[in-house]
Nanobody, 124 residues
Framework: QVQLVESGGGLVQTGGSLRLSCAASGRTFSSYVVGWFRQAPGKEREFVAAISWSGGITYYADSVKGRFTISSYNAKNTVYLQMNSLKPEDTAVYYC?????????????????WGQGTQVTVSS
């Protein structure tokens, strides 16, 4: 049973930083992709960033490029999302998700396992 647990959310002022963590358990994740998504009130869930457990290949949404950094600490089965220069529009519930990496498949959707989410609020 795959389990994902997010942590690190909170309240921060505009321009501030937060680091989210996603702790994974339940299997070996070397062939998996981990993604971060967010959903603001009244809006659809959107892709934020993704990383492959092996090789460290990363992919970002245009809205967070240059501000957010996704990384992994394989020994702890943990993926991080470092968020800098936060804006009020970054306010949302942030979720991590994982799926097996498949050749040619998009990293922006099709995830099989999801965490419960962590709230990020950026005040203006």
């Amino acid at each position: 049973q795959v389990q994902l647990v997010e942590s690190g959310g909170g309240l921060v002022q505009t321009g501030g930083s937060l680091r989210l963590s996603c702790a994974a358990s339940g299997r070996t994740f070397s062939s998996y992709v981990v993604g971060w998504f967010r959903q603001a009130p009244g809006k659809e869930r959107e892709f934020v960033a993704a990383i492959s457990w092996s090789g460290g290949i990363t992919y970002y949404a245009d809205s967070v490029k240059g501000r957010f950094t996704i990384s992994s600490y394989n020994a702890k089965n943990t993926v991080y999302l470092q968020m800098n220069s936060l804006k009020p529009e970054d306010t949302a519930v942030y979720y991590c998700a994982t799926k097996e990496r498949r050749a040619g498949a998009s990293w922006m959707n099709g995830y099989d396992y999801w965490g419960q989410g962590t709230q990020v609020t950026v005040s203006s």
